[in-house]
């Protein structure tokens, strides 16, 4: 299994940009990886996952077009650019990795992260 840290949470205003970085040790480049956020109260959803080559990926429609996920296999590190970030992205961010891509888009990967906060203003 992978070990994974999150970082790059933080407090930013509406409309501002942040970047979640994943860094992860063990079998990296041969995992499917994922963003996931739990909202205070509220249950963990999924954001956005992408296939070990990076060449597949898929969001959550309230991120779309707003988020990306992308990945560095030579760093072993997934990102997630977050832009014009509303308040209702606030949320405890996961990352999570599995060697198979539909099993992180179900939330059933075997790896997970800690989490790192994100705060959006409004």
């Known amino acids: 299994q992978e070990q994974l840290v999150e970082s790059g949470g933080g407090l930013v205003q509406a409309g501002d940009s942040l970047r979640l970085s994943c860094a992860a040790s063990?079998?990296?480049?041969?995992?499917?990886m994922g963003w996931f956020r739990q909202p205070p109260g509220k249950e963990r959803e999924f954001v956005a996952a992408?296939?070990?080559?990076?060449?597949?990926?898929h969001y959550a429609d309230t991120v779309k077009g707003r988020f990306t996920i992308s990945r560095d296999n030579t760093k072993n590190t997934v990102f997630l650019q977050m832009n014009s970030l509303k308040p209702e992205d606030t949320a405890d961010y996961y990352c999570?990795?599995?060697?198979?891509?539909?099993?992180?888009?179900?939330?059933?990967?075997?790896?997970w992260g800690q989490g790192t906060q994100v705060t959006v203003s409004s």
């Open positions: 992408i296939t070990w080559r990076g060449g597949v990926t």
């Open positions: 063990g079998p990296f480049s041969s995992y499917a």
């Open positions: 999570a990795g599995d060697p198979i891509f539909d099993r992180v888009r179900q939330s059933k990967a075997a790896s």
